[in-house]
């Protein structure tokens, strides 16, 4: 994420005191009206703009609604916080019932009204708001990359979330570079009984017990190759069969909030299968073939890698030394959770 969403500048204690008495009375926090749309779109990233017009129409996509609560004063919108909120508790057929968690996608206050505690209210009314929906807990994703990073995580501390925990090591770099590695020649085929396939090949079937794993628990939510499902590039994203069931894949996306990249964003593989069969290396080679192939690689030659902390320390000794050193930035994906119970 930019500078815009979560850059909390810091202002003098006295200023903001005279500030507070004079003008703070008049803030109201309320969910998004139609006459906010032309003013807070620039306060969230040009990606979540379809976000806010869901907000508006009600629209559900792919299961889950968006909502956005804006700060107003004098009833000029000074900030805005954007969540994404499932918008139903279970998935068909599942038993019990899947919970409900919100994610945070942005909250971005205007410099004049910047450490005054805007950002905290509007926390504290999305918060009411998403228990009245029966959500249970509302999440975080962010970067180190990003550069107001600490000033984030002094909001969530504020705001009593849980302690920031890093998930990802992170890369960046240049498919067409990256794709020139010597470990990729030197991975062996894929075994015959397993079948690689494009993305768009998924069959309805298979989408659907797919979802019922994830309601399940049987994949972990975070890697669940229908999260962002809008941003999914499934020409480069691939699969992989094995006796008539999905076993893994790697889903590449649009990166959102970097115009010129592809995020490698969910890596899976069953855990019965992983320890002899090098399926993650072979489909991550496949994905990197095709970014480098394609003409998407004129505008978007980016891609954007990371491995959990929780892999193996083969797994994480792969990336630092096979991945990491074809690239250009390393740095860390970190979550952050509020429980909403």
Known sequence: MNTPVWDFSVRSPVVIREAASARDANLVISQIEAADLAVVSGMTFPAFHLHLARCRSGEVFEGFASIAHVARQNDIPVGLLLAQVPSAGAVEGTDPPSPKVAKLLSVSVLPAWRQRGVASRLMRSMEDALRERDCIGLTADYTTLMLAWQPFERLLAACHWSAPEARLLMSKGDCREVVKAPWLDALREMPSEFELFEWTQLRADERTQLHRDVAEGKIP??????????????????????????VAWMIVTRAPLVPNALCYRSTFVRPHLRAAQALGPLILAAALRRHAASPIADTRPVGVYGMSFDSSIKMINFFRKRLAPYCFSTYESRASLKALA
């Open 221 to 246: 939510y975070v890697l669940s190759p229908f999260n962002e499902v809008e941003d999914i590039e499934p020409s480069i994203s691939v699969g992989v069969r094995h006796q008539g069931e999905v």
